[in-house]
Each structure stands twice: as structure tokens, then as C-alpha cells.
């Protein structure tokens, strides 16, 4: 280095945690000057992340409620547009009386309409709706299946028969 210029050791280190260390010696006097930089920026301290893990905890059973919920109201509009499906399917609608089609496609329709009022209802509620629309439609499937016709899509017939060949 050119006479008069200092002459300064400088050395950088990062830890595991994303701290930098800068440590500074002046070779000619020998004093010495440090500093860390840490980048706490975007971080969460652990108060932080303690509440957001009680929060959690706290939410879980909330989330469950809302799931189960969640699940009964699907099942509910699932089974009911399968209901007003089935009925129209040719071959089962030629099978079935005009007041049978006629009080499952009603009956769906009412849920349906109920559904769409009631979006926030409790599981009790969809589970109970459910079960009025399988009242109505579960003795028409079954009188259906008795004739020995189709089984509507998604619903199961007695099965293919196997004879035994000697």
C-alpha cells in the first residue's frame, strides 16, 4: 500500500442464523472495531409464532365444525341433483308414474331452493333436509329396483346372477 494509506484487515463471517459479523483492525495501531448485522425484516420473533400456534389450537375445533358443515351441505346438493337426475334418465323414467317423478323432481327442487337461501346452516339442518328428501325417494328407487329395472346411475341393483355350469 502507498506510505501514509491504512492499512485495514477486514473480515466478514455469516452464521447459521443469518447473522453478519464485520470485524475491522487497523494493522498499524491495532485498534479494533466490530459490528453485527441482523436481518430481523420479515421474521417472526417467537412471541410471534407462540401466538400464532395458540391461535391455531384454538381455531381447531372451529375448523372441524366448519368442515363437517361443510361436507353434510355437499352431500346434501350432491344427493339432490343425483335424485332429480335419476328420475329423468329414459330408462327409468318410462319405468316410474307421472306422480312418482313428479314427487322426487318436486321435493329435490324444494331442497335445492332451501339450499340456496341457506348457505350458513348448521350440519343438524342439511342432515335433517337430507334425510326428508331420502324419505321421498328411497321407497320410488326401491319400488324401481323391485321391477327389476335399471338401477339409476351411482345406485346399485341386486347384481349380475351366476349359474353354475356342471
Known sequence: APRG???????FEVDADGILSINAVDKASGKAENIKIE???????????KRMVDEAKQFEAEDGHQRERIAAKNGLESYAYHAKGSV???GVKDRL???????VKAKAEE??????GNQTAEKDEFEYHQKELEQ???????????????????????????EEVD
Do not use: C, F, H, Y
Not at 494509506?5 to 473480515?11: C, K, S
Open 5 to 11: 494509506a491504512p492499512q485495514i484487515e477486514v473480515t
Open 39 to 49: 436481518n430481523n425484516k420479515g421474521r417472526l420473533s417467537e412471541a410471534d409464532i
Open 88 to 90: 329423468d334418465e329414459p
Open 97 to 103: 308414474a307421472a306422480e312418482d317423478v313428479a314427487a
Open 111 to 116: 331442497v335445492i331452493a332451501w339450499l340456496d
Open 136 to 162: 321421498v325417494v328411497n321407497p320410488i328407487m326401491a319400488k324401481l329396483q323391485q321391477q327389476g329395472g335399471p338401477a339409476p346411475q351411482g345406485q346399485t341393483g341386486p347384481g349380475p346372477q351366476v
